[in-house]
């Protein structure tokens, strides 16, 4: 105990030492040099950063040891001042510095916000402190505290940087750091803070620091708690979601109360998001929004199923979804998700899929041009600009999982009438139970059915066509599986068809078949692959479409290799039950793949023109250079016949001059 007096004196002292002296007594100023390209500045930069270790270890122990005291606050904020005179210095040296040989330079973040030695158990008490200790000997103290925004603000900020070193590490710096339970106790207290923050008074928060109120750091640190949990902490996140001011962060709360408590939670963050489109001048911006709802999902999924507190989050998920306009992807993505997640665990149909489909319909317009679509505004979230990709994506991403569902369902059911232990195959099909599952797969594929009649109407841009016809095959796919399944039934002697099936094939038949081929001539005549003109003429193909042509002869012809796969095993099952299932379908359109002869002469001739166009092209050169080369030889044949006349001319001369001579 002597040792720990001595250590306690010791840091006193120096605390008021530290106090009492200024950067130029550490020769810190803001003449100092701070370049990484220098020796002295190297130097200067690291002295600097000990100084701020040194201060954040003052503020820790005058905090954690001399209690909640006016003089311990004081003294806390006196070495913040400090610690934030030094910090900033460093800052706007470090992002002025010249680039050169020595230690890199500070990335922005860093900067801004350097590594902290706090604690995580002092800053989870000072969090705990500032934001939820009522006791009223301390609020004279913590007063002060949280009347300093700057402090507020940089703790916030270093709790958040603590979250991260647990999310990415699973361990934090400073005592305890290693330690498991006390990291999620720790952890369970900045999280309720955290929470609890952001989520009250929020409306009144309007002071930023570069763009972010403390409210949306709050946000962001809680978001990333919530990922380091489900990360490092799996089976405790129902304990961690389940923490709140009712009952204490290491009790044993009920099934009862910590359903209550999620719901609790869940509301505030609906008063959140309501409150956010609502004021555009608050803390909060429409993608904070957006991580909002994702918080609300993930605590969504942690409540029981048909419960009446999941049919309330459905209800105001629902409700916003239709009479609130949106503008922001993001935030429309986030919703569309929560509603059809929620909708998919509380088994409340198919209602949501078709009426949204019906209004991507009559946003996108329909394939045929002439074809005016009726008007359907059933959710205020799905408008021209956020119908496609963003709503469409999600709803064909919903419809997938749907189908998936209905794949194991309709497994069930064979292994049911086709068992693998045929020991055990006496008793294994129970009639009421299997009827059930019959009922509940055409259900939902009649229902999937509806909602691709929609979908395959619309005028989709390139973006969505493949993830399109993906989802068409694989509804093809499951319908197949429901055709075997009934196959199945009549082969084993244990069943008949089910009227519900039956008018399930009359609606693929009538609403989908009909749409997809369609779909399929819409989809060739105006997203075909158009060639990219160069300088000199001659066409060439983007990567992106031949990529996308490389896609499409894929997923087209695995289509309609499904579909006639459909049609195969229905001819086989109306011969087995004696019913003409065929009857509404129409004899679909000629897919052999063959060569297009007029086709493939349009473009031989065209080919043809081009090439003659060239070899013309060629011959004009040929012969420009043939005329240039007649010109440049015909002249040393004129200077040879010049230079011949001439000789000739001196000879005929010196013939006439000997004449003259004689005579």
């Known amino acids: 105990m002597e040792t720990v007096d001595e250590c306690k004196k010791a840091l006193a ?200 109120s403390v409210a949306v750091v709050c946000l962001d640190g809680f978001c990333q708690l919530i990922n380091g949990v489900c990360t490092r902490y799996p089976e405790k996140l129902v304990q961690f979601l389940g923490c709140s001011s009712s009952h204490a962060v290491a009790s044993v709360a009920t099934v009862a109360d910590v359903q209550h408590d999620l719901h609790q939670h869940i509301k505030k963050l609906q008063k959140v998001v309501v409150a956010t489109l609502s004021d555009a001048e608050g803390p909060f911006r429409s993608r904070d929004a957006a991580m909002v709802v994702s918080l609300m999902l993930t605590m969504s999924q942690r409540l029981q199923q048909d419960s009446m507190e999941l049919q309330q989050v459905l209800g105001w998920c629902q409700k916003l979804c239709m009479e609130q306009s949106v503008d922001d992807h993001s935030l429309v993505k986030a919703l569309v998700k929560l509603l059809f997640t929620l909708t998919l665990q509380l088994k409340s149909g198919t209602s949501v899929m078709r009426k949204m489909s019906g209004d991507i319909h009559y946003h996108l317009g329909d394939v045929e041009e002439d074809v005016e679509v009726a008007e359907q505004c059933n959710y205020a979230v799905v408008s021209p600009t956020t119908a496609s990709p963003t709503v469409m994506v999600s709803l064909i991403g919903h419809l997938d999982r749907v189908l998936d569902d209905i794949d194991w369902m309709v497994n069930q059911m064979k292994s049911r009438v086709c068992p693998l232990d045929l020991s055990a195959a006496e008793g294994v099909r129970a009639p009421e139970v299997q009827d059930t599952l019959e009922n509940a797969v055409c259900v939902r594929l009649a229902g999937t059915v509806l909602s691709l009649h929609h979908l395959s109407q619309s005028a989709v841009v390139c973006v969505v066509t493949d993830p399109l016809l993906k989802v068409l095959t694989h509804v093809y796919i499951s319908l197949c599986a429901a055709v075997k399944y009934f196959l199945a039934v009549y082969n084993q002697h244990v069943g008949e068809l089910s009227g519900q099936f039956e008018k399930l094939v009359k609606l693929t038949a009538t609403r989908l078949q009909p749409q997809v081929y369609s779909l399929i001539t819409y989809i060739q005549s105006t997203q075909g692959p158009e060639p990219i003109v160069t300088k000199k003429g001659k066409g060439k193909k983007a990567p992106a479409v031949r990529g996308r042509v490389l896609r499409e002869t894929k997923t087209v012809p695995n289509l309609i290799y499904h579909i006639e796969q459909y049609e195969k095993f229905l001819i086989q099952l109306s011969t087995k039950s004696k019913v003409n299932l065929m009857e509404n379908f129409k004899r679909s359109t000629s897919r052999d793949f063959r060569i297009n002869t007029a086709a493939l002469e349009q473009a031989l001739n065209g080919q043809q023109d081009s090439d003659d166009e060239q070899l013309n092209d060629a011959e004009k050169e040929n012969s420009a250079m043939e005329t240039q080369h007649d010109g440049s030889s015909q002249e040393p044949e004129t200077k040879k016949t010049n230079s011949k006349r001439g000789i000739a001319r001196s000879d005929q001369s010196m013939v006439s001059s000997s004449k003259k001579a004689k005579v």
């Open 13 to 212: 002292s120096l605390t008021k030492r530290i106090l009492r002296c200024e950067l130029e007594d550490f020769e810190l100023d803001k003449s100092s040099d701070f370049s990484h390209a220098s020796s002295v500045g190297v130097k200067n930069t690291i002295f600097a950063e000990q100084l701020l270790g040194i201060y954040e270890a003052l503020i820790e122990f005058n905090f954690m040891s001399c209690g909640f005291s006016i003089q311990s606050s004081e003294v806390v904020l006196q070495l913040f001042e400090a610690y934030q005179t030094l910090r900033t210095l460093l800052k706007e040296k470090c992002a002025g510095g010249g680039k050169g040989r020595g230690r890199p330079q500070l990335s922005a973040n860093k900067q801004s916000h350097p590594t902290s030695h706090l604690s995580l158990h002092c800053t989870a008490k000072l969090l705990d402190s500032v934001y939820s200790d009522l006791t009223p000997s301390h609020q004279q103290s913590l007063s002060l505290l949280r009347a300093n925004q700057q402090f507020i603000y940089h703790l916030v900020t270093v709790s958040v940087q603590k979250i991260h070193q647990i999310r990415d590490c699973g361990s934090c710096d400073g005592a305890f750091g290693m330690h498991r339970s006390l990291i999620f106790d720790k952890c369970c207290v900045m999280g309720k803070n955290l929470f609890n923050r952001f989520t009250s008074d929020f409306p009144l928060d309007k002071q930023r620091d570069r763009g972010k």
